[in-house]
């Protein structure tokens, strides 16, 4: 599913992470529509969009965006603009569709080769706590109270029928990132890595550069430190990939709402891509 707004090319189109939905970068595509095409995308089996058993490849997602910006009628070529697990698939579209992408926006991306950036302990962490979603037990009420409160303060910029929606859908739909990365080192990583080169395109790789919360509660300090340089440097090496590769550190910026934390830094970077491209 697609929600479009504004005018001009390139058409800026966001791929959300895991767990977010087309809606929770409604700022920030607002903000683009000011002088740009400016596209929303629930890809299917997430969000308001059909549902499908997850997890999926990256080249059905990719295709599957293709098929919708073609039936909407959006002009191309695409700035993307992935987020985590949406820059797998917003660097998937540009290996399998070159000609169609205008620039990429990275935000805080995953990538196939993260564990060879991370210290061990952090790495044996991810394994021991890799979450089983059939085992996971529903939410508690107190948990959903305290989720809807954190959520409300997150979205309390966002139009009251919007937010209220959007609450509700992540409550109940809370397993589905769960669901969608199921199949990261069994088929994502393979793609990636096996898919060929990013067409030379203007790039921006934005890194969070705050303290991850999870990380900070389960390891020493010196070790969550080595951890966050192993993904700048990391990061750092996606944006020399091209030849017009740029990385910005968004320090104190959170993981999964950088783009609401600090929409200003991710709207500039927009801008400067559309302005390359």
């Not at 997602?61 to 002009?75: G, H, I, N, S």
């Not at 952090?122 to 706590?129: F, G, P, T, V, Y």
């Not at 508690?140 to 409160?149: G, I, L, M, S």
């Not at 994502?188 to 991850?212: C, F, H, S």
């Amino acid at each position: 599913m697609l929600h479009r707004s504004g005018s001009g090319g390139p058409s800026v189109v966001f791929l959300p992470g895991a767990g977010l939905v087309g809606l929770d970068f409604l700022n920030v595509q607002e903000g683009a529509a000011a002088f740009a095409t400016s596209v929303l995308y629930d890809r299917a089996g997430t969000g308001w969009s059909t549902s499908v058993p997850l997890p999926r490849s990256a080249a059905e997602v990719a295709a599957e965006l293709r098929d919708l910006l073609r039936a909407a009628a959006v002009p191309g070529p695409f700035l993307l603009v992935g987020h985590s697990l949406g820059a797998f698939y917003a660097r998937r579209y540009a290996q399998l569709f070159p000609g169609e992408v205008a620039g990429l926006l990275l935000l805080d991306p995953g990538h196939e080769d993260i564990l060879d950036h991370m210290p061990a302990q952090a790495a044996e962490l991810a394994e021991q706590m890799r979450p089983d979603p059939a085992r996971m037990p529903e939410l508690t009420d107190e948990q959903r109270r305290a989720a809807r409160e954190a959520y409300a303060r997150l979205y309390a910029e966002w139009p009251a029928p919007v937010r209220e929606a959007l609450i509700d859908h992540h409550l109940a739909s809370w397993r589905t990132s769960l669901s969608e990365t199921e199949n990261f080192e069994t088929e994502i990583y393979g793609e990636l890595r096996d898919g060929g080169p990013l067409p030379d395109v203007p790039l921006i790789v934005l890194t969070a550069g705050g303290v991850n919360p999870y990380w900070a509660k389960f390891m020493p300090e010196e070790v969550v430190r080595e951890a966050h340089d192993g993904v700048r440097a990391l990061h750092a090496g996606i944006a020399r990939s091209v030849p017009a590769g740029e990385q910005r550190v968004i320090e104190g910026a959170s993981h999964q709402h950088l783009h609401i934390e600090r929409a200003e830094e991710v709207l500039r970077a927009i801008r400067d891509l559309t302005a390359a491209a």
